[in-house]
């Protein structure tokens, strides 16, 4: 129903492919707890929430996210608010830094959060959680898809990718996309 970004070690010539159950079978998703569920009782998630609520594992890529959003606001004089619409402003930021001819060095760190930023509008528009596995941040939606926004930033700055378009695909209905 929902398309998945590519994986880590290889980056195919499109974003998009499609994760079967058990695809990722090294992910260890941190969950929050409902009423009944707790740490160590059979049959609930047995793991802790932050403080927020949010998993624990997410802080690292809230962070991140939250750094690209003072960086733009304080370096580019550009507000971004977490909306779907904001990742417009995300795209043409990295395509200009790309235009510019900056080694991908010097913009390593702004690109992991522009990727954070790209993934934490995905969880919050498409009713996501951050996952990580083998020390790489994914965003699980809610039908087990995989995405993964921080490759999706790099290949952008390749000027391949998108992250408007990942956040689109992330929210659109799956019946187009599985009958092509």
């Given at each position: 129903?929902?398309?998945?970004?590519a994986g880590v070690a290889h980056t195919p010539k499109s974003r998009n492919v499609s994760c079967g159950a058990g695809a990722f079978p090294s992910v260890s998703a941190q969950q929050t707890f409902s009423s009944g569920g707790a740490p160590g009782v059979p049959g609930s998630l047995g793991t802790r929430a932050g403080h927020d609520g949010r998993p624990a594992n997410a802080?690292?890529?809230?962070?991140?996210?939250a750094d690209a959003v003072a960086m733009?606001?304080?370096?580019?004089?550009?507000?971004?608010?977490?909306?779907?619409?904001?990742?417009?402003r995300v795209d043409r930021m990295i395509e200009e830094i790309r235009r510019e001819g900056a080694p991908y060095a010097?913009?390593?760190?702004?690109?992991?959060g522009f990727g954070a930023?790209?993934?934490?509008?995905?969880?919050?528009?498409?009713?996501?959680?951050?996952?990580q596995s083998?020390?790489?941040?994914?965003?699980?939606?809610w039908d087990g898809r995989y995405w993964d926004p921080l490759d999706e930033a790099r290949r952008c700055f390749a000027g391949e990718g998108s992250l408007r378009l990942l956040c689109r695909d992330a929210m659109s209905t799956g019946d187009a996309m599985s009958t092509g």
């Open positions: 129903m929902w398309r998945s970004c802080a690292k890529p809230l962070r991140w996210a733009m606001r304080e370096g580019a004089r550009v507000r971004l608010d977490y909306s779907t619409q904001s990742l417009w010097a913009v390593e760190r702004a690109l992991r930023y790209g993934g934490e509008v995905v969880v919050r528009w498409a009713g996501g959680e951050w996952v083998g020390g790489e941040f994914w965003v699980r939606t």
